[in-house]
């Protein structure tokens, strides 16, 4: 009874009921999902999703019945290093971000399991065994595209490949875990520390792919191959010694995926990275006792600190609460927030109120938002150093067109994706549901296009592409920025889903949204060039530009406004009963 007592872990019925519960609530969500989707309130929803499901696995399988098959011992190499560029990758995401949310627990968890006499090793497994869940989905379409490289004379050959693909893609959810558990444990110090260490090896990976490009691509090739020689720098700096040293936890499970047989020598690989899951586990369970130890004691310490001086709490709560409202109009910190809202409020005062909440959030995020942008300004920027002339401008307004319709979205979730909890609170202020939607979306779109102007302004300078070109993309590509958030938005008013949702929904939804905005983007670029044909086929001098011009913009910001009318549509018919995701 003593040393039961004295354990990190509950016994094995415990965990066999956990295990039931979320085989249980997966089986609920399923059915929910399917009863959602063919609801009535979403039928056409329902019916352009599976148009373009079926439109993805026709190109999918199409283009990898036609894919020649890489080298068994480069697929190795590729699994286990790029397990560990991600993995580089995400401590770096993590290091500058205060999002804290991967660990987290729903209101229903906290209720039911946060309450029930188990220990916290177990609602750590019960997180685990979610992500499991969820990886399961991810092996399968990874499986699928890797399936012509597997060659097996047993016909085992898909079966190795999914158990090692799913033994890494496991391993690597748990490292993610670990790193952010380890991360919100730091003090400012060990923290602050640990974004520079995190940021010299993010900048040394970076440095070895810019070099293998360099290396590999003669001066003054066309954009398009730099491109196509950036996926085969990855796959080098993925397969050099450095990063295959830590790939050694990943490459017992990619040894299984690509072996060609069940030799003695897959069975023992096969054994380890089985094991080294559980390992990992125990690591995560010890390291995260640790640190809520470590947690507690800062608490104790903070409020001892706040109670030796007398009404500090006080005063600081009203400093950070009042902040806003104290400062008066010439004070320095206050001019981006005013400057931003001004013209908001001209256009409508219900709407400039809305957006006015989310100041807070761009100031507390402001360097996670500025580091999310800044890969993207330099990725944009990269055909100016390609050594082409005339093709520069336009990939670089393509690279600007791409970032805005990808990347934006997920790193400027600042609207009414962030707000699901509050939705409720949203829904009964009495503000119309245009000025909410406007409200909500100004400040992404504000910064989007702030993001915009940056790159067209410094392309501008070096290339030199006329004032006609730069007024002509500048709006147009605003106008992008105001469609893509409207459509987000509106996607997430129809399908409502929690920040850290994961599973076979979540997958589908983002590979389809990604479908559907490509084929947007197409087809507005096909249009866009009969337009600019055409034009110029019936119309002589300056009449053809101004046409272009003219007929661009109004296609661009028709297409904007139409879709921010489906926000607002779907915002109006938004059902608290009905389309609330619980979690």
Not at 123 to 132: G, L
Not at 448 to 468: E, K, R
């Amino acid at each position: 009874m003593e040393a039961n007592a004295l354990s990190t872990w509950d016994d094995w019925q415990t965990h066999r009921d956990l295990l039931g519960l979320t085989m249980a609530r997966g089986r609920f969500r399923i059915k929910r999902t399917i009863s959602r989707m063919l609801s009535p309130r979403r039928i056409v929803a329902t019916a352009l999703v599976i148009i373009y499901a079926v439109l993805y696995v026709t190109f999918g399988a199409t283009i990898l019945m036609n894919r020649q098959p890489a080298s068994p011992q480069r697929l190795q190499l590729w699994l286990s290093g790029g397990m560990v560029l991600y993995a580089i990758y995400h401590a770096l995401k993590a290091a500058w971000s205060s999002d804290q949310s991967i660990l987290e627990i729903s209101a229903a968890e906290k209720l039911w399991l946060g309450g029930a006499p188990i220990r916290r090793s177990s609602i750590v497994v019960h997180q685990i065994t979610d992500i499991a869940l969820a990886t399961v989905i991810k092996s399968i379409l990874l499986c699928t595209v890797l399936a012509v490289d597997v060659q097996g004379s047993d016909g085992f050959g898909v079966v190795r490949l999914g158990i090692g693909v799913f033994s890494a893609l496991l391993l690597l959810e748990i490292s993610r875990l670990i790193v952010v558990r380890f991360i919100n444990s730091l003090n400012s110090i060990r923290r602050k520390r640990f974004q520079v260490v995190a940021t010299l090896i993010a900048v040394a990976v970076a440095a070895q792919v810019i070099a293998r490009i360099a290396a590999a691509t003669p001066m003054g090739s066309p954009t398009p191959i730099y491109v196509f020689q950036t996926f085969s720098a990855l796959g080098q700096t993925a397969a050099c010694d450095a990063v295959q040293w830590l790939a050694l936890p990943f490459s017992f499970a990619a040894k299984v995926a690509i072996a060609s047989s069940f030799d003695w020598m897959t069975l023992l690989c096969l054994i380890i990275a089985v094991v080294m899951l559980p390992i990992a586990v125990e690591l995560y369970v010890r390291l995260d006792r640790r640190c809520a130890a470590r947690q507690v004691v800062d608490e104790c310490s903070r409020l001892r600190s706040i109670q030796a001086v007398p009404h500090l709490g006080q005063r600081f709560n009203s400093d950070t609460t009042n902040d806003l409202q104290r400062k008066p109009w010439y004070h320095p910190s206050a001019w981006p927030s005013r400057l931003a809202l001004s013209p908001l409020a001209l256009i409508d005062t219900d709407a400039a109120a809305v957006a006015a909440r989310t100041v807070s959030s761009v100031v507390r995020y402001r360097t996670t938002i500025f580091m999310s942008l800044l890969v993207p300004v330099l990725l944009c920027l990269s055909p100016l150093v390609t050594g082409r002339v005339l093709d520069q401008w336009l990939y670089v307004v393509g690279g600007i067109a791409m970032c805005t319709s990808l990347i934006a979205p997920a790193a400027l979730k600042i609207d009414f994706r962030r707000d699901l909890s509050r939705l409720l609170l949203l829904r009964s202020l009495p503000v119309k549901p245009r000025s909410m939607v406007l409200g909500q979306l100004w400040f992404p779109f504000l910064i989007t296009c702030f993001f915009q102007w940056t790159v067209i302004a410094i392309a501008s300078m070096v290339l030199q592409p006329g004032m006609q070109q730069v007024c002509l993309w500048t709006g147009m590509l605003a106008a992008l920025s105001a469609f893509t958030f409207a459509f987000e938005n509106a996607l997430f008013l129809a399908f409502p889903h929690s920040q850290r949702s994961q599973g076979i929904a979540m997958v589908l939804r983002t590979k389809l949204t990604f479908l559907g905005k490509s084929s947007l983007l197409v087809a507005a670029a096909l249009v866009l060039a009969i337009w600019a044909t055409v034009c110029r086929d019936n119309l002589n001098g300056p009449m053809s530009e101004i046409a272009i011009f003219a007929g661009a913009q109004f296609a661009c910001w028709g297409l904007a406004a139409m879709t921010f009318l489906v926000a607002t549509w779907c915002w109006k018919r938004f059902d608290i009963s009905h389309d609330i995701a619980p979690e």
